[in-house]
DNA sequence: TCGATTGTTACAACCGTGTTAAAGATGCGA
DNA sequence: TCGCATCTTTAACACGGTTGTAACAATCGA
């Protein structure tokens, strides 16, 4: 799933502009002409970053703001203003309710992707998590590599991410579709069959004997678990 | 372990924007509303940089800052000001007691963590300031030279910088965006591209066949790690 | 045994990376 | 201050690996 952006602005073209670029950036964009619905909505399905233009109808951007602050399970959402007024006042009264960057109109597509990904990396999970041991098995987030009893393998991103996901879940049975959810993320509309291949290709990887899995078992009408070897 | 960060402010509000900014920027952040019970709990677990209102309730910014440098454990610790005496008065005054860096309020959270970074960054030299030594390359900071087999090898700044932050994390990947932010520090907005651009450069001065390269490496879907060659 | 589920393979499209050249900045010396 | 040299960034394209899919084979369960 694309990481999702609320955008309230109620110029047409300004909006045509910013749904244009982010979604070209490989954001979702989720348009309001009027701060009033934001709210309600957003909490259901949180989005990733709010982008307010401070003067729109309805709720303004600053008292969006605030309320966003203010509101438990949006609080930690980054927020960025974009807008005409450029005056230094208005600039510091965004930023202290709680903005986390200011863009001024008019502004260059570029310098809107490279802010809103620039805010999205800061409020990334620094949270590098450590490696992981599963038997034979070690597997180093930080280093992206995997080691079988010693031996460094190669493995391409995609086996990675699937890999480590099944090691720190030990025991649990996924199905195809929850991995699919939860490993490829963004990249939408993928055959669950996939999954398939790939765990025969980690299998390849990681199994003395692919035929006779040891610690990536099928649950047959269910989908897979990944285990510790007895 | 996330670097670590005493507050002593406060007004609720602003004790609230400067957490959230500065664990949005990978900071822990220890909250003290007085600067009463701030000594003790520091000299146990101690903080990388104190950030001190200086109007604040109990022992002010200016008398904790003086006991911080008094304090045998503590003294080497970093301490900014931040507070709404802007007075030049005022600022030399705490700059004198051996503060480090001095934020007037109303300050943007970009401001706040820019400087924050800026100062960690200053007291991070002494620690790390010595020559890298990887394979048959040789990095001094210093003097900002690099070897290769004991030749000299001219770099750019960019080079030089990008190798060195390689050098010194090594076995990791980094995405592009993570060494565009690392290495290029404050201009932003370039094209992560660039990096591609830096890297075949540096592969070209530090490795015997940049073809196949051994110390640099692709990371697919990632991004780069450096790594020592066997 | 039969149907459903899973395993396997090969292939084509796509995306990420390497690479080059040229434009754009920056700094330096005359 | 201007012009030149160097560094930096961008843009464009070619290549190769990764990825997803389809088709078929094998296996399991009833």
């Avoid at 005409?84 to 260059?108: C, H, M, N, Q, T």
């Avoid at 490696?131 to 031996?151: F, W």
């Avoid at 393998?153 to 939860?182: C, I, M, P």
């Amino acid at each position: 799933m694309k990481p999702h952006i609320s955008v309230v602005e109620d110029d047409p073209d300004i909006s045509r502009l910013v749904r244009h670029h982010l979604e070209g950036a490989g954001f979702a964009v989720k348009l309001y002409p009027t701060g009033n619905a934001i709210l309600a909505e957003s909490e259901r399905q949180r989005p990733a970053l709010f982008l307010l233009d401070i003067m729109v109808p309805g709720k303004d951007g600053l008292e969006l703001c605030r309320q966003i602050r203010q509101t438990q399970s949006l609080a930690l959402i980054p927020v960025i203003f974009l807008t005409a007024k450029s005056s230094e006042a208005d600039r510091v009264l965004g930023l202290e309710l709680g903005a986390d960057d200011y863009i001024p109109k008019p502004f260059s597509p570029r310098e809107l992707v490279a802010r809103v990904k620039a805010v999205l990396r800061r409020f990334e999970r620094p949270l590098a998590p450590g490696p992981v041991r599963v038997g034979e098995i070690e597997i180093d987030p930080a280093a992206m590599t995997l080691a079988v009893s010693g031996k460094l393998v190669t493995t391409t991103a995609t086996e990675f991410r699937l890999l480590d996901y099944f090691a720190r879940h030990l025991g649990r049975v996924f199905t195809r579709d929850q991995l699919l959810d939860s490993v490829w993320r963004d990249t939408s509309y993928v055959t669950p069959r996939s999954v398939d291949v790939y765990v025969r290709r980690i299998r390849e990887k990681i199994e003395p004997d692919p035929e006779n899995p040891r610690y990536l078992k099928t649950v047959r009408g269910a989908g897979y678990r990944f285990e510790a070897p007895k």
